[in-house]
């Protein structure tokens, strides 16, 4: 499985590829900082005939590099995905315990949810369905 984490905080970053790594067994986690760049990384995979199977991404980071965090990026992500018939699986690991429709989980990342456990449900949850 390969994922796309779109992720600004180096340590939330590092934890996710961790728990992917360790506890869901998935050996392919890139990260980028913001919305533009993300998208460029979609495209190019997509183009290689390599596409990202996941995307993982938070609400609060930045539309593209050098710009200041938008609380509303991960939706604003979402939303430019589907305007584009991007099929890939979203879930949604934010601090803001919120339910995004049109994503394939939300996860409250918090210190006191078992969000470790329910990423990894849902990521064996999706390859039980390919």
Not at 24 to 39: H, I, K, P, T, Y
Request: glycine share 6%; aromatic share 6%; with cysteine.
């Amino acid at each position: 499985m390969k994922v796309l984490n779109f992720e600004d905080s180096v340590y939330k970053a590092n934890v996710i590829r961790k728990i992917l790594g360790n506890r869901c067994g998935v050996a392919s986690v890139e990260q980028v900082s913001n919305v533009e760049d993300g998208l460029k990384m979609l495209k190019d995979a997509e183009n290689a005939g390599e596409p990202f199977d996941l995307i993982i991404t938070d609400m609060h980071f930045p539309m593209r590099s050098g710009a200041i965090s938008d609380t509303e990026a991960g939706e604003k992500l979402v939303q430019i995905l589907q305007a584009q018939g991007n099929q890939t699986n979203i879930i949604v690991c934010s601090s803001r315990n919120m339910k995004l429709p049109g994503v394939y989980g939300c996860i409250w990342y918090s210190e006191i949810s078992d969000w470790e456990e329910e990423l990894c449900d849902l990521v064996r949850e999706m390859e039980k369905s390919k």
